[in-house]
């Protein structure tokens, strides 16, 4: 690939005026000819769908410049001399022309590539999958110049031969005098493409994440350095080339700091402007560098590799905070941690020593100090930061945990829960971005007037900076582990590091006197009477943990040629996070009790996440009470039991809490080992299967919060459904149930993988919402649809059938012991359909769907419930007493019946977004319509069966659903695919009266076509409708338009009926948020004045919410939205 020298060509063509000229080779490319014949253009780069694979970076510069081809609006502007290029000279035209390509364009390039040469190899049958688009990549970093001669180039190779000079990071070993990033970059290629060579994906993934990842970036930061020191000399109105170069590399680093923090990105980009009528860097180079050493270590950039800037005649400025040497060589020294409570095995004294920066900012706030508070907080002072030469380059404080480590953190299942939980409807928290929320409640915190309150900062910094960034250390590990890039003692010192992190320095067994989490725990845990072997059960039972994670790392190469470390791994740091979590719940409760208001909502805000993951139901209302309004003293106890009622989602017990010393009244008890499973009582514990739900909630969270890997890993691994045999626990995750050999016994299954080419459909529709490379087109929207509803509609229905015809085949067994687990299989089955949230307006499983769909299709009963839940239900006890009874032929007939029930919602869903999608939407430009991916789920979990039915009908519905491509228009005729369905009806035994109606659209064929004939034949009462609808439409949506936090002012509106308007908006997701930003729930009413009821799956409502399905169903509102106005529409 020869872009370089299009590069060369353009910086030529604008150098000599010819504009005309550099914008067409920038447009149409003209040396880089493809291997069919096509040529690729630095415009295709600069607008390629695929940079979505560089997962997070491109998240950020789209998300920065709130443009997605933010590099093409740069270089047009300057192609086109406008904006604030209209009266730059040639010369800086083509140092900004060719800057912005090699610093902003191929930078994400070559990443692109590489991503994606991972994602081929994947999901490429045939060894060395990914080669070439690694091969690519390889050619986008190096260029066709430097290839042959290497100097003079114009990639981010050659910039990093240019850098280094200035920065004497230079290899001089080689006599080539090329960069050590570059030749580090050019070792770690060419070891990726051996790795792909011999299909080892996950080692070429992690030699991009820590080796490429770390380093690619120090070219553009030295240029950015270098060019502040140049352009400080400068005069206002200065033609000088060097002005545009320094513009368009901070322009390529800067999204990447503000990610890290917002404060000092704003230094570089404020000096670092492109402006001819002001003095260039304002402030001075140093506080470029200054900035850069507060976000390097965010980056992952050893300051090290960037290097002192030493310009002639000047002093050298270097990015690393001090530079000392370690007195000496710690090696693998153990740290004695709590004078005996814990012996690491390799040395992590400089992590424990953090506790100090916590006496002192304890001891400043104690005195009234805020400010040197503040600043202890901000920039440490006792916990050093060495590199791997020993040298000393920065220190550890409890801010950059928060600030630096968020772009680290971003991926990560627990902080997404955070972010999501605390976010308000701009994606913000307090005014920032969301992603800096801990900061931004200890900048709260420190704010405090209140005597009683002073140190309150200092506790803050405790249980969201520290808490979060012990969490992020175990997420470390485990990525670590699962890229099988841990070696030796590697492993343990990672957990190590967690422990030193928790206990740290000065800490006594037993003793609330120390200073870190370990402390912390002892405090609450004291008040909740749960001492256990001399310290708090909480501290026991996490030191237990750590020493299990150790054992499990410690064994030689443990993740590289075990593969049962990993998922071992992962469940010893979900139960370490659970124990974590304990503090905060005792916290909360004490401080609710105590009525100390200040401390209680602090303690909230760090609990609610954790709700959020448990039922959204039980979120809301807690997020309300606590964190949007003040409560009243009689609302205590039901705000206590809600807490209570997510214990075992998180993992916990009432025992892990304890009993509250000063409150004698016991509430908490334990959840039953036979849970009500919706309407279905089983007859075994099958709560494991059940809490499946609670993964798709926690994949549903992740994807919304853009944690794709989060999302995947979950998928992949799962986390809730935790399987014990009484000898060892093993997870059961959505994954698993796609790719089941289990599948085979369910005749349907035989037309669903006939009719995909594939047994493992399910699973492939998944990951095309995993993994952008495979739909580059979809939005961020779409994707998080393919991937909840794909688990919803295609793995778990299908789950279901073959835990049944398992438990059909255990009945026909002549051994007594498969005979008796035909019931629990059976019991499995209706733990799939109902979940562990259960049939409730939050719930995420069957019953929950059907319930949501039949308030749309006026097929619910009196109560509000479904028609075909009931039945289902009604089936469900059928077959249970006919296993009890070893009928099994009986057994065998009511699992025919049910199939076609199962059904019905599946159907009601696919023709709700006929009716949705009958309104033209170009699919991705103007919108990011999600219904388009819904209507594709929902059409293609029916569609298998409905071509065995009747293959003309099949061919209609995949013809109105199938998935579009970039340009098509998507356009539903609600007419043929109800059509399609009534000649289906038939032949999948539905009757077309439990499918219903809506919005005027009948299943039954004579209630269809009277409608049609009552609104005028060929549909003209429709036409009429639709122009006044959409003249209504534009009337109120003139008045409502809702900007989506997450995908910006151009995502797709919801309209709300004129009741609802004042006080009801749609988030990103669909779901129904209070109008009032402090509030997400619909609570209004003074807390005196609500009468609070328990539902079945511990969510807690108003009385007067409780029949809102009896009164939805009671008449069909033919004229609701469309769009997702509830959690139902969107995660059922």
């Known amino acids: 690939l020869r872009l370089d020298l299009d590069i060369l060509q353009i910086g030529i063509f604008l150098e000599t005026e010819a504009y005309e000229a550099a914008l067409d080779y920038y447009t149409y490319g003209y040396n880089a000819q493809l291997s069919d014949g096509t040529l690729l253009s630095l415009e295709d780069l600069a607008k390629s769908n695929t940079r979505t694979n560089v997962p997070l970076q491109y998240q950020d510069f789209n998300e920065y410049y709130a443009n997605e081809n933010y590099a093409d609006s740069f270089i047009m502007d300057i192609l086109n001399r406008r904006t604030i290029f209209a009266n730059a000279s040639p010369q800086q035209l083509s140092a900004l022309a060719t800057s912005f390509l090699q610093g902003m364009v191929l930078y994400m390039a070559v990443l692109e590539n590489l991503y994606t040469a991972v994602d081929e190899c994947k999901n490429s049958p045939s060894q060395g999958g990914g080669v070439r688009s690694w091969d690519i990549g390889a050619a986008m970093f190096v260029g066709s110049i430097d290839a042959v001669h290497p100097s003079g180039g114009m990639m981010m190779y050659a910039l990093g031969n240019e850098m280094c000079e200035f920065f004497e990071t230079c290899d001089n070993t080689d006599k080539t005098d090329r960069a050590y990033v570059s030749k580090r970059i050019m070792e770690a290629l060419v070891n990726g493409k051996n790795l792909l060579d011999d299909d080892q994906c996950d080692g070429a993934l992690a030699l991009i994440t820590n080796s490429i990842m770390d380093i ?8 950015t350095l270098h060019f502040a020191k140049e352009n400080e000399l400068l005069d206002t109105g200065t033609d000088s080339s060097e002005l545009g170069r320094g513009y368009a590399y901070a322009s390529s680093i800067v999204p990447l700091a503000d990610d890290l923090n917002p404060d000092e990105a704003t230094i570089i980009e404020n000096n670092m402007k492109f402006l001819l009528t002001a003095q260039p860097v304002p402030d001075g180079s140093q506080a470029v560098f200054s900035a850069f050493v507060e976000v390097l270590p965010g980056f992952g950039v050893d300051c090290n590799d960037v290097g002192k800037h030493i310009p002639v ?27 005996g409570l814990y012996t690491t095995t390799t040395y992590v004294q400089d992590r424990a020593n953090i506790a100090a ?3 002192e900012i304890m001891k400043q706030l104690e005195n009234g100090n805020k400010e040197i508070a503040r600043e202890i907080y901000a920039r440490g002072g006792n916990s050093d930061v060495f590199n791997e030469n020993g040298v000393k380059i920065g220190q550890r404080s409890f801010g950059n945990f928060s600030t630096s480590e968020s772009y680290e953190m971003k991926d990560e299942e627990m902080f997404a829960l955070y972010t999501y939980a605390l976010q308000d409807n701009e994606g913000k928290f307090n005014g920032r971005d969301v992603r800096l929320y801990a900061d931004s409640i200890v900048q709260e915190a420190f704010e405090t007037r209140s005597l009683a309150d002073k140190t309150v900062g200092g506790e803050a910094a405790l249980i969201f900076n520290l808490w979060m960034y012990t969490v992020h250390e175990l997420y470390q590990t485990l990525r670590k582990c699962k890229n099988r890039v841990i070696a030796d003692t590697d492993g343990v010192h990672s957990i190590d590091e967690v422990v030193a992190y928790w206990i740290g320095d000065g800490q006594q067994t037993g003793s609330q006197n120390g200073h870190l989490l370990y402390a912390w725990a002892e405090t609450q845990g004291n008040l909740f009477r749960s001492n256990q072997f001399g310290q708090t059960r909480t501290n026991s039972n996490i030191i237990r943990l750590f020493n299990e ?47 100390d208001s200040t401390r209680a909502k602090l303690y909230a805000k760090a609990f ?9 139901g039980t979120y809301q209302y807690l997020k309300t009470r606590l964190v949007d309004n003040h409560w009243s003293a009689i609302e205590v106890d039901a705000i206590v039991e809600g807490i209570e009622s997510t214990y075992s989602c998180l993992g916990l017990t ?14 908490c008890k334990n959840e039953k080992a036979i849970m009500p499973l919706a309407d279905y009582t089983p007859e075994s514990d099958v709560r494991p299967y059940a809490r499946l739900d609670l993964d798709v909630l926690s994949m549903y969270i992740s994807m919304n919060q853009g944690a794709y890997g989060a999302a995947a890993d979950t998928y992949r691994y799962g986390k809730h459904a935790v399987l014990d045999d009484g000898n060892e626990q093993q997870v059961l995750s959505l994954y698993q149930l796609a790719t089941s050999t289990g599948w085979s016994s369910v005749p349907q299954f035989d037309s669903f993988a006939r009719y995909y080419g594939s047994d493992r459909y399910a699973n492939d ?16 929207e779409q994707r998080s649809e393919l991937v909840i509803k794909g688990s919803q509609l295609l793995v778990v229905q299908m789950a279901v059938l073959a835990a049944m015809h398992e438990a059909l085949d255990d009945c026909k067994a002549a051994n007594p012991e498969r005979q008796a687990a035909a019931g629990p299989a059976w019991d499995k089955a209706a733990a799939y359909l109902a979940g562990s949230i259960g049939k409730t307006k939050h719930g995420l499983m069957h019953f929950a769907l059907a319930d949501n769909r039949c308030a749309q299709f006026g097929t619910c009963d009196t109560d509000g419930k479904s028609k075909a839940g009931k039945k289902l239900t009604t089936l469900l006890y059928a077959g249970r007493a006919e296993i009890n009874g070893k009928a099994c032929s009986a057994l065998s007939k009511t699992i025919e019946e049910i199939v076609p029930v199962l059904f019905v919602p599946i159907i009601q869903g696919t023709l709700r977004y006929a009716v949705a999608l009958d309104k033209g939407t170009n699919v991705f430009g103007a919108t990011t319509n999600g219904d388009v991916a819904e209507g594709y789920i929902y059409s293609r979990s029916i569609l298998p069966l409905v071509e065995d039915a009747n293959r003309e009908s099949a061919v209609t519905i995949d013809r109105n659903f199938d998935w579009p491509d970039a340009t098509s228009t998507i356009r539903t005729n609600p007419n043929e695919v109800f059509d399609a369905f009534e000649e289906a009806y038939k032949g999948l035994k539905v009757d077309c009266k439990m499918v219903g109606e809506t919005s005027g659209f009948s299943a039954c064929e004579e209630a269809r076509y009277t409608k049609r004939e009552e609104g005028g034949g060929d549909n003209t009462g429709m036409i009429v409708g639709v122009i006044v609808g959409a003249i209504a439409a534009v009337a109120v949506s003139a008045l409502i338009w809702v900007k989506h936090p997450k995908f910006g002012a151009d995502s797709s509106s919801a309209i709300v009926d004129s009741e609802q308007a004042a006080s009801l908006v749609t988030n990103e997701a669909g779901l129904v948020e209070s109008g009032d930003n402090k509030s997400k729930n619909p609570f209004s009413k003074k807390s005196e004045e609500v009468k609070l009821v328990r539902n079945e799956a511990g969510e807690f409502n108003e009385d007067s919410q409780m029949n809102e399905n009896a009164v939805r169903s009671s008449q069909v509102n033919h004229n609701e939205p469309l769009k997702a106005d509830n959690v139902e529409d969107a995660l059922v």
């Open 549 to 595: 994670a150790k054992l499990e790392l410690s064994f030689p190469n443990a993740c590289v040629d075990n593969p049962n470390t990993y998922p071992r791994l992962r469940i010893i740091v979900d139960k370490i996070i659970a124990v974590m979590i304990v503090p905060i719940i005792q916290g909360l409760i004490h401080y609710l009790r105590n009525t």
């Open 216 to 223: 690619l970036p120090v070219p553009l930061v030295q240029a």
């Open 313 to 339: 005649g000047d002093e050298e400025t270097s990015v690393c905070a001090v530079e000392e040497e370690r007195p000496e060589d710690p090696g693998d020294t153990p740290t004695d941690l709590g004078d």
């Open 357 to 359: 920066d916590m006496v």
């Open 608 to 616: 609610i996440p954790h709700a959020a993951g448990c039922n959204l």
């Open 765 to 780: 529709i998944v990951q095309r919402g995993l993994a952008p490379s495979l739909d580059p087109h979809a939005s961020l």
């Open 654 to 667: 009432c025992e892990d809490i304890g009993d509250y010393r000063y409150y004698d009244r016991k509430t």
